[in-house]
């Protein structure tokens, strides 16, 4: 009874005392001893210097890559310390969000540029580092540089971009009669049919998530008018222009097929039950989806292998009567941004961090992580990788993800106006008219 | 012996009696068996790996995959982060227990006013959903200088706590009747000892009950958590359970062997305290 | 003279000794609550006053502009009927279930233990894992699915949470058999509080099993009942865990909640005075609740009613 408490209490009041004396390391590395003119960094000061860096790649090998290069590059330079934080992805964007709204954001942290990148910098977060790559810049694929620009002026630097491609079981193709990949909208449809005739499910579809589902439209959209109307939409915020309504009327007719999974709109994309998992696991014939896509679906298999059937790619159809070019992208990447306090050392440290040597390494792993390194490419060996790299330099347009491209308030509406085509509760029109709406009260 | 006496009350009552007992248990063992299968699909879908539960849901593992356990359970961090989680729901089931006790004492058995002004005011924090606070908390706890602390997060714990805490303590306390409080005053107990050594003893069933709740709470927060701790070496258990999903994969049978065995202690936590719920008022100080 | 009448007597009594001992039982509850929960509150509803991405300084003023937002938005408005559908399924299904169950498990028997273990056991898994787990069970090929099939009945399987007409309902199945146990062990709780001579005596009096839960057992936990159910209701509108880990919200907002809409909206879409403002309706709608349940319900709690030895 009372024993119990007391000894309750001493345990509190042990907890307590540890709690104090074991007090934590202070937020943010302080920048204190590295020089604080913004100018080009001449050579680093050979006094202490620390550096926060935050990236998402939890799962080895990326992050034992990572953790190599960091370690090298402290080798080369004694007098820098990398602080190394690692989270997964939907945790790092909680803990960013709050760092950033207390005004201390890391130094060097994970990306994906655009809207998203654009108003981190509207508020003072990101450090200009315009001047610093000026000498080597262009080494990096220059497209993939565009997307970490505000107004011209470089906040971040890519390691990776990719495209999204329908990614498919030839085997399935095969058995439904289907000999070569579909190249226009209306085969693909045609594709769609067939299969189905087969009794075999066209689609796997990660209705959940909703940015499956964001693809297709997008896509059709960039066909329907072109990488202009595009980029103008994302860049004023009309987007009232007919392809988008033409998007949604195209999409609607896959929808009205139904080829997806049954009970699709409530998977998600990764984890058991999901479309990885679905295509992972020859329930559905293909899938839209971005170069990542051969990891997830591995880590869905049995033994966490190659998919044991033939996996294939092609690229989005191009659209009969549409302004878009068939080349025109869309995709993302990832990238690292530089923080405001970050000390000039940062910058020599992201250099070496997508040096050609490390580009390599990267593209070996044949991950999903398509380097943007000038040269880096043939790193890559895994044929349908090499069929997505090759897709991209044809690209003379990548268009960034449109919830990425955008604002996160305008891109979860466009995603959620997307949904509606899929659930059969909204009509194409509604949807180009509310994102429209969404965007001019911006 | 009491087998003799229950047979003896069995053939003395009506048949009805035995029927409806039969009824019971049968009720509750099925209600058992519902409310235990996702858990017990959580247990074994460990012993899973993903692929499996996306072809084979519904049946037993083939083969079974032991390597999700054995490999959390192998894991330091797994272990640390385990410690990590045990320290923090112990701090802040200790604060906020005492401090509610001690305000519930007064609040159910004192008379002031603005009484039930002050009880509204604890009660809002149980209205508001603590995730959008988490700004305005995230910049104090960092400007006390408890940033990466676990009283950092104890402490908010135990003070969203207070609200559900006080409000299940409040009748408890107030139905110790008043003539044992008198009796104590008389034996010369202030009135903190009666409220250490004989209102709190007596009030086992509830402050078990609390405390059980305020360390489940504790075991499964994880916005706080993420918030407030930067170290890794400083994690719990379900800041942990993210290494398994990365970008765009989650390894869901890791997942839930993971959530498994965090489960573990809480419900140890909970076999423990069941025994405090079984006493009660019965034991000696209130008859007569 | 009830017991609130009595013990006021001998404050009055008492010296200044007495006030002291109020405030410093007081203070640490009450310094803890200002500082951690109060402030941070406060200082959201500061937030809902601007228009605000989290990142910027806080300088956009629009003065109830977010407020009117909300209440115009069909989805808003969506959400709440969902909470509000969350509430009276719970009232009306699982509080009596949980106080049957609670009921039964109060007598001794053999393995009660076990079986309370069990019931509690939902409680404790974390939410994460609680969405993940029903996901797979309700989805396409899932246990449910093959449950079904088995006794005949597979044709009345529907993809569940997929369907945004029946989603709701999955959602109320998934939250009864989580919180279920937190409400068996508050009641469990209440009962011990109850002293067998009681049941006894109604037993030596000839109350049935039946009368004497109505007229002894019932009454008797009656104030920890009301806590249940005022846990229950609150509970039902700030319902955000379980349901964005599930469906976030999905499909199609058809199992949107108020929480799950604020933290949608305001968190992820980085309009955190938006997001502030949803917050603070939902608070608004939750005091009016608890006000008049205070006021109505759990008057005679506060007032000291029938004690189990006063008057």
């Known amino acids: 009874m009372s024993t119990r408490w007391r000894s309750v209490g001493i345990l509190g009041a042990v907890a307590l005392l540890v709690g104090a004396c074991t007090g934590g390391a202070s937020p943010v590395a302080s920048p204190s001893e590295a020089p604080t003119s913004v100018a080009p960094s001449v050579a680093p000061s050979a006094e202490p210097v620390e550096i926060d860096w935050w990236h998402i790649q939890n799962n080895d090998p990326g992050k034992q890559l990572w953790q190599d290069l960091a370690d090298e590059y402290t080798a080369a330079h004694p007098n820098v310390k990398v602080n190394l934080t690692v989270l997964e992805n939907e945790a790092f964007k909680t803990k960013l969000t709050t760092e950033m709204q207390a005004k201390t954001p890391p130094d060097l942290f994970q990306s994906w540029g655009g809207g998203g990148m654009a108003e981190q910098q509207k508020a003072g977060l990101l450090k200009d580092i315009t001047a610093d790559v000026a000498s080597w810049k262009d080494t990096i694929n220059p497209g993939a540089l565009g997307m970490y620009q505000v107004d011209g002026k470089q906040y971040g630097i890519p390691f990776d971009l990719g495209m999204v491609g329908f990614w498919y079981n030839k085997d399935l193709f095969d058995k439904a009669g289907i000999t070569t990949p579909p190249a226009t909208w209306a085969e693909l449809l045609d594709a769609v049919k067939k299969l189905t005739a087969e009794g075999i499910t066209p689609i796997a579809l990660g209705g959940k998530d909703k940015w499956p589902g964001m693809f297709y439209w997008a896509y059709l959209a960039l066909r329907a008018g072109g990488k202009d109307a595009m980029a103008n939409a994302v860049a004023t915020g009309d987007w009232s222009g007919t392809s988008f309504v033409e998007a949604g009327k195209q999409l609607k007719a896959l929808v009205d097929l139904e080829p997806f999974q049954e009970g699709f709109l409530a998977a998600p994309w990764d984890g058991a039950g999901g479309q990885a998992a679905s295509m992972a696991n020859e329930k559905a014939a293909m899938q839209l989806m971005g170069q990542w896509a051969p990891g997830t679906m591995q880590a869905n298999t049995p033994d966490k292998q190659k998919v044991k059937f033939n996996l294939g790619w092609f690229p989005f159809p191009s659209l009969e009567g549409g302004a878009g070019a068939p080349t025109d992208g869309f995709g993302g990447g990832n990238g690292f941004a530089v923080g405001k306090d970050a000390p000039p050392e940062t910058v020599d440290f992201l250099k070496f961090l997508v040096s050609s040597d490390a580009a390599n390494r990267w593209g070996a792993l044949n991950s999903g992580i398509l380097p943007t390194t000038v040269g880096a490419e043939t790193s890559v060996t895994d044929p349908d990788l090499k069929s997505v790299l090759e897709n991209r330099a044809k690209a003379e347009y990548v268009q960034l993800y449109l919830d990425q491209a955008t604002t996160p308030a305008l891109g979860g509406v466009i995603n959620d106006a997307i949904q509606t085509l899929y659930a059969g509760t909204g009509t194409p029109e509604q949807v180009a008219a509310t994102i429209s709406d969404a965007a001019k009260t911006q | 012996m009491s087998t003799t006496r229950r047979s003896q009350r069995l053939e003395a009552e009506p048949l009805r009696r035995g029927l409806a007992a039969v009824a019971r248990y049968g009720l509750l063992l099925s209600v058992a068996a519902i409310i235990i299968i996702p858990v017990g699909y959580a247990v074994i879908g460990g012993f899973k790996d993903s692929a499996q539960l996306t072809t084979d849901p519904i049946g037993l593992p083939n083969p079974w995959v032991t390597s999700n356990y054995t490999d959390v359970l192998a894991s330091d961090s797994f272990w640390r982060q385990l410690l990590n989680s045990v320290l923090i729901a112990a701090m802040s089931t200790f604060l906020v227990a005492l401090f509610s006790a001690l305000a519930a004492f007064v609040f159910a058995r004192r008379v002031f006013p603005g009484r039930e002004v002050l009880f509204t005011l604890f009660t809002l924090g149980l209205l508001f959903p603590a995730a959008v606070a988490i700004l305005p908390l995230f910049i104090l706890v960092r400007d006390l200088g408890l940033y990466d602390n676990p009283l950092g997060i104890a402490l908010p714990e135990a003070a969203f706590g207070l609200p559900l805490t006080i409000l299940v303590l409040r009748p408890f306390f107030h139905s110790i009747p008043t003539e044992l409080e008198d009796a104590a005053s008389i034996d010369g107990c202030g009135q903190f000892g009666f409220f250490w050594r004989v209102l709190l003893p007596l009030s086992r069933p509830a402050l078990a009950t609390v405390a059980l709740l305020a360390i489940v709470f504790s075991w499964n927060q994880f916005l706080l958590p993420l918030v407030m701790l930067s170290s890794e070496a400083n994690w719990t258990l379900p800041l942990g359970v993210t290494n398994y999903s990365t970008q765009f994969t989650t390894d869901t049978a890791r997942i839930l062997a993971y959530t498994t065995l965090a489960l573990i202690p809480a419900l140890i936590f909970y076999v423990f305290a069941e025994r405090q719920l079984v006493g009660g008022l019965t034991s000696g100080a209130v008859k007569g | ?311």
């Open chain 3, 1 to 311: 003279m009830t017991a609130a009448l009595q013990s006021g007597a001998r404050t009055r009594r008492r010296a200044v000794g007495a006030w002291a001992t109020i405030g410093l039982f007081m203070l640490p509850a009450l310094s803890l609550y200002v500082l951690f929960v109060l402030l941070p509150i406060a200082q959201a509803v500061r937030f809902s006053f601007f228009k605000w991405n989290g990142l910027a300084p806080l300088t956009e003023f629009v003065g109830l502009a977010n407020y009117e937002r909300a209440l115009a938005d069909p989805v808003f408005i969506g959400a709440v009927s969902h909470n509000v559908l969350i509430v009276v399924l719970s009232l009306a299904l699982q509080i009596p279930f949980a106080l049957g169950l609670a009921l039964m498990l109060n007598r001794r028997f053999r393995g009660r233990a076990a079986l309370r273990l069990v019931f509690f056991a939902p409680y404790v898994i974390a939410e994460v894992i609680t969405g993940v787990v029903w996901s797979l069970l309700l989805q396409p090929g899932g246990l449910a699915e093959g449950a079904l099939e088995a006794f005949g009945l597979g044709s009345l399987y529907h993809p569940w949470l997929a369907d945004p007409s029946t989603v709701m309902l999955a959602l109320f199945v998934i939250i009864s058999w989580k919180y279920f146990g937190f409400h068996m062990i508050l009641l469990l709780a209440g009962l011990q509080g109850i002293p067998r001579e009681l049941d006894e005596a109604a037993a030596m009096d000839g109350a049935s099993r039946r009368q004497a839960i109505r007229y002894v057992t019932l009454p008797l936990l009656g104030p920890t009942l009301r806590v249940s159910v005022f846990l229950s209701i609150i509970g039902a509108l700030q319902l955000f865990d379980l349901v964005w880990v599930t469906t976030g919200g999905g499909p199609v907002n058809a199992s949107n909640t108020m929480a799950t809409y604020m933290f949608d909206w305001g968190f992820r879409r980085f309009q955190l005075g938006y997001g502030s403002a949803v917050a603070v309706i939902l608070f608004i709608l939750a005091l009016v609740v608890a006000l008049a349940y205070q006021r109505f319900v759990m008057r005679r709690d506060i007032e000291g009613a029938v004690t189990i030895y006063g008057g």
